[in-house]
């Protein structure tokens, strides 16, 4: 066997712990979690190898392993853990040091992760919000309404002039942002790992068809009803992108391409008839994300003995996915009700929501979902599978 030179990082130790691995130095390396986890291959498998990596600092042969994204914290690990280690813990915490390494700006993965900023996260979007209201005259003109005395919240922010220009430059950022990191990952995956030699349009189709089955959830045993959460908030975002593109078509379709509304389809600016199929698809989403979401807060606090609560940066994610869901269908209650003093309140918080959770995706564990798929197509495509 060839020696290998170990040069611990003890920061990185260190920080390993900060991030919510406080009970890594209990293990002592009984392979119990290896022999347990339904979810890793026959060869090369983990989590034993990456929780000696975290207690001895090997912080690039850790950061760069794809399986830190191959597991899917079953948490069988951690409840048959002899000295409760929790293993699953310690690879959260690490796959959250890894957003942050691959980060770029750095500085916003940083607030992300530590629950002293998240005031200013929020506050960014506040002011931003507040400062359009304000150059409206929305402070001294009074509650906005349209011709026929009714709620239209594209009175309040009228999309082209307002709206557009904060959520078009942040999808452009996020977007921009997770290129960039999915890119310096890959390369260090390679670099580390080998580039492989599978197909990789293949790896990628097989990778999706894995992802819509949630295939890997269904082996999981503690946490085995996190399959069904995580499918209704997974399909329900889908079909939110559907409704916000529909509405982007809806706005400007009539404008751009000269369509007409016909039938049951309304071109032209909100609010829309809850028989139009974008209201549809939209409200049923919108209903799925709030049980989908429910049912992760529920697994949690029901195995929270077995599996633990789980980290700040976990319950921040499930808050601000809460909040979106909850803010927006409590928006369009308000309206269809006609209560004005309290609908566009709604609607702003709706709004505030929707902006943490995009401009901040590549750094919180929205993340996971491209990181994830970037390490199973990586597996795939190198034969780890």
Not at 47 to 71: H, S, V, Y
Not at 87 to 111: N, T
Not at 261 to 278: A, C, K, R, V
């Amino acid at each position: 066997m060839a020696e290998q030179i170990v040069s611990p990082d003890l920061n990185f130790v260190k920080e390993v712990i900060a991030s919510g691995a406080d009970s890594l130095k209990k293990c002592y390396q009984c392979s119990t979690c290896t022999v347990v986890c339904e979810v890793t291959p026959d060869k090369k498998p983990f989590p034993r190898k990456e929780m000696l990596q975290a207690q001895w600092g090997m912080k690039d042969q850790l950061l760069t392993n794809p399986d830190i994204w191959m597991c899917h914290q079953c948490s069988d690990c951690t409840a048959y853990c002899p000295r409760g280690a929790k293993p699953g813990e310690v690879l959260g915490a690490v796959r959250k040091m890894a957003i942050k390494e691959y980060s770029a700006p750095r500085l916003l993965a940083e607030w992300t992760a530590n629950s002293k900023y998240v005031l200013l996260l929020f506050a960014i979007p506040v002011m931003i919000f507040l400062f359009e209201l304000f150059i409206q005259g929305h402070f001294t003109n009074g509650i906005p309404r349209n011709e026929m005395g009714k709620i239209s919240y594209s009175l309040m922010f009228p999309p082209t002039k307002f709206i557009d220009t904060v959520f078009v430059p942040t999808a452009f950022f996020a977007a921009i942002c997770f290129i960039l990191g999915i890119k310096k990952y890959w390369e260090a995956m390679v670099s580390t790992n080998g580039a492989g030699s599978g197909d990789l349009t293949q790896s990628i189709i097989g990778t999706i068809k894995d992802i819509i089955t949630h295939k890997k959830f269904a082996v999981c045993g503690v946490a085995k009803d996190r399959k069904v959460s995580h499918m209704l908030v997974f399909f329900a975002f889908i079909g939110l992108a559907i409704t916000t593109s529909i509405g982007v078509l809806y706005l400007y379709g009539y404008e751009i391409f000269g369509i007409e509304t016909h039938g049951l389809i309304n071109f032209g600016e909100s609010p829309y008839p809850l028989y139009d199929p974008m209201k549809i698809i939209g409200n049923a989403s919108a209903i799925a994300l709030l049980i989908g979401i429910t049912l992760v807060i529920n697994n949690r606090m029901k195995n929270k003995e077995k599996a633990g609560m789980g980290s700040y940066f976990d319950w921040l994610f499930i808050f601000i996915v809460y909040g979106v869901g909850a803010t927006g269908f409590l928006a369009e209650i308000l309206r269809l009700f006609d209560l004005a003093v309290l609908a566009y309140p709604m609607y702003f918080a709706h709004l505030v929501f929707i902006f943490v959770l995009f401009a901040y995706a590549p750094f919180s564990k929205m993340a996971h979902m491209v990181y994830r798929t970037t390490a199973m197509v990586f597996a795939r495509h190198t034969g780890r599978e």
